[in-house]
């Protein structure tokens, strides 16, 4: 019962889906590796709502509506820290000055420029992954986004309060092992599924590149957590969520780089 109830928490934090949860407790903080089951179930989504849309619309416009569906769904949760991280990236001064830009209410020069850039960016990478492995790595990307944002967890120092604190201070080495080898167990599952039941081939090289996605993904969050950490002494929830982002822009170009090599 203890492992439904943090998920269902994951599922309160990272969705609008109206769930009676509102916060962490303690005895949930310890089932943060479940988080990648939430990234499972944006991955299936936004795979099939991408491949359902990219089959009668072109590709960019397929992925800013898929885009777009994942952000409503999530109420602009990592964007709205995206553009927070930005404006306290740009800002003159020491880290407190620096995080009180971030904590700023009002959107900067710096925060809008990141924010549009990653996103514009990000829709024009997904546009060009060719249309039978669209699921494949749409799902992928979803799912180790959330590792990422785990990685940053685990290597940020806290913030005095927030939900960035609790994750800050839940995740440590031991649940950023457990969280990857699930990743790592649904992107098998994924290979596995492709090519025995979609009868759809993969390359080896691609093959090996998924299989060592998840540590690239704890290298994006635990570099953007020492971004963070240097920049402003903390890890806050907006930092979470830019590593949310920003992962999911490497994760799509070392994507692109693979298919384009080896596809």
């Not at 309160?12 to 089932?31: C, D, G, M, N, W």
């Not at 990685?151 to 927030?162: N, V």
């Amino acid at each position: 019962m203890g492992a439904i109830r943090g998920l269902k928490s994951l599922m309160a934090i990272f969705t609008v889906i109206p769930i009676r949860v509102t916060q962490l407790s303690e005895e949930v903080v310890k089932y943060l590796p479940l988080t990648i089951i939430v990234g499972v179930f944006y991955g299936v989504l936004a795979g099939v709502i991408y491949a359902g849309l990219a089959f009668v619309l072109p590709t960019f416009a397929s992925a800013a509506i898929m885009l777009l569906i994942i952000y409503l769904l999530n109420g602009f949760f990592h964007v709205d820290g995206l553009v927070d991280f930005g404006d306290g990236i740009a800002a003159f001064g020491d880290k407190q000055k620096k995080l009180s830009a971030m904590k700023d209410t009002r959107v900067g020069a710096g925060g809008l420029i990141l924010t549009l850039l990653i996103t514009i960016t990000t829709l024009s990478l997904y546009s060009v992954i060719p249309y039978t492995q669209v699921f494949l790595f749409v799902f992928t990307i979803e799912v180790l986004c959330k590792n990422s944002l785990l990685a940053c967890a685990t290597f940020g120092k806290p913030y005095e309060s927030g939900i960035g604190k609790q994750f800050v201070e839940g995740m440590n080495k031991k649940n950023l092992l457990a969280s990857t080898l699930l990743s790592l167990t649904f992107l098998i599952i994924i290979i596995f599924s492709y090519f025995y039941f979609l009868d759809l081939s993969i390359t080896c090289e691609i093959k090996l590149f998924l299989l060592i996605s998840p540590l690239i993904s704890i290298i994006a969050g635990a570099s953007i957590a020492l971004l963070a950490n240097r920049s402003f002494g903390c890890v806050t929830g907006d930092v979470l969520g830019a590593s949310h982002e920003i992962s999911r822009l490497i994760l799509l170009a070392l994507i692109v780089v693979v298919i384009t090599l080896y596809a």
